[in-house]
């Protein structure tokens, strides 16, 4: 579900070839999304294949290969308008740190310590990334998508990281 909801998604905005979506999705998502570029093209096969896009041209540059430029279809944008509102649907709550946490307690305090030390340096790091984004998005008006997603990780980087100044303190008292 995420790479299709990625993949239209971007194609939403307009039409583009796989190593563009490929392109966009290194710029705006990197650090957010696991997603394996091998696994665009398999992505885009099957969209094409329920009829979701549709490959709307080629262009070729000099001598490279030609590619196919991609263009999604009413069926796609449907598909699309689905899969949010699945997730907006989803009651679930999950956070990457989830599972960790049901096993923090068999680690050594020094070993705590450095996961949670680590961590924060990790996040800190990352919040600033965040920020520095959100100032420039800001700048340039551009894309509000991008600015609800980056205040969106802006928050939940804040709270990560002050729960992990609680972790440690709980921890430490024990």
Request: charged share 35%; proline share 1%; hydrophobic share 35%.
């Amino acid at each position: 579900m995420k790479i299709e909801l990625t993949i239209l998604g971007l194609l939403m905005e307009g039409n583009l070839y796989g190593y563009e979506i490929k392109k966009k999705i290194i710029e705006r998502l990197k650090d957010y999304v696991d997603i394996k570029f091998g696994s665009i093209y398999y992505a885009l096969k099957k969209a094409v294949e329920n009829e979701w896009v549709k490959q709307a041209g080629t262009e070729r540059e000099g001598g490279n290969p030609e590619r196919y430029i991609y263009e999604i279809l009413p069926a796609g944008k449907k598909h699309f308008r689905k899969l949010l509102r699945q997730y907006f649907d989803h009651n679930l709550l999950h956070f990457e740190t989830d599972i960790i946490l049901m096993f923090i307690d068999m680690l050594e305090d020094e070993q705590k310590e450095k996961f949670v030390a680590d961590r924060k340096a990790f996040i800190e790091n990352k919040l600033n990334e965040i920020k520095t984004k959100i100032s420039r998005q800001s700048e340039n008006n551009r894309e509000t998508s991008q600015i609800f997603l980056y205040t969106y990780l802006k928050h939940h980087l804040e709270a990560e990281r002050d729960w992990l100044d609680f972790l440690m303190n709980t921890t430490r008292s024990h």
